[in-house]
């Protein structure tokens, strides 16, 4: 089984609705991360949490919220899409060590589409 | 504000050839990470580097991270179809006592048989 799941995988929506993206994870870690992905600009952080009890804002939280339920799970919310939130969002995850903070774990995505 | 350039933007090449991806930035970084993405899922991590000089090798990959910490080289060796994919550096720092992490916008690697 994948340590990192997301759903949904796919998802198309209109302009003005709310959409809900979940992450789980079972590697225990700490740190779990949403980033978009958009071609030509990579991967941007969009919020970031190192415990249930700290969320972070990324560089592009503008228009997303995000909701830490438990250690293992992370949801991703667009309150009202917007066709320019069309993109890959994947959620990652990583140790607390020091050492390890820069090695992400990664689910496999989710293609949105706002029309 | 911290960047990392990756280059080439897009590499396509034969089965068999060597080729070498960079990754630089004007700035230091504490530690480097390198990942695969292929179509349809998430990156996946190769290697962390974190010493200014550091070599790592995976089996025909060769990862190099510069001296002054501010750039990055993937060599793969005898490339095969299977290497095809998209090629990511992503490097962190600490400021101000948080950590930041950016990633580097990626070349998309394409081997031919």
């Known amino acids: 089984d994948a340590d990192v799941t997301q759903t949904p995988r796919n998802r198309i929506t209109k302009t003005g609705k709310r959409i809900m993206l979940e992450c789980s994870q079972t590697?225990?870690?700490?740190?779990m991360y949403w980033y978009r992905q958009d071609p030509g600009l990579g991967l941007r952080l969009i919020y970031y949490?190192?415990?249930?009890?700290?969320?972070n804002k990324g560089e592009i939280s503008d228009g997303y919220s995000v909701s830490r339920q438990a250690q293992a799970k992370f949801s991703l919310s667009l309150e009202s899409a917007i066709p320019n939130q069309t993109a890959l969002y994947f959620c990652?995850?990583?140790?607390?060590?020091?050492?390890?903070?820069?090695?992400?774990?990664f689910g496999p995505g989710t293609r949105l589409t706002v029309l | 504000t911290q960047l990392l350039e990756q280059s080439p933007q897009f590499l396509s090449i034969q089965e068999g050839e060597n080729l070498t991806v960079y990754c630089n930035s004007s700035?230091?970084?504490?530690?480097l990470q390198w990942y695969r993405q292929e179509p349809g899922e998430g990156p996946v991590l190769l290697v962390t580097?974190?010493?200014?000089?550091e070599v790592k090798k995976l089996k025909r990959l060769t990862f190099q991270f510069g001296d002054a910490r501010k750039d990055s080289s993937l060599h793969i060796t005898a490339a095969q179809t299977g290497d095809t994919g998209l090629y990511l550096c992503?490097?962190?720092?600490?400021?101000?006592?948080?950590?930041?992490?950016?990633f580097g916008t990626g070349t998309r690697l394409k081997v031919l048989a």
């Open positions: 990652a995850t990583s140790e607390r060590d020091i050492r390890k903070r820069g090695e992400q774990f």
């Open positions: 590697k225990g870690h700490d740190r």
């Open positions: 949490s190192f415990d249930v009890k700290d969320i």
């Open positions: 700035s230091v970084f504490s530690s």
């Open positions: 580097v974190v010493t200014g000089g």
């Open positions: 992503a490097g962190g720092w600490s400021t101000s006592g948080t950590y930041k992490y950016i």
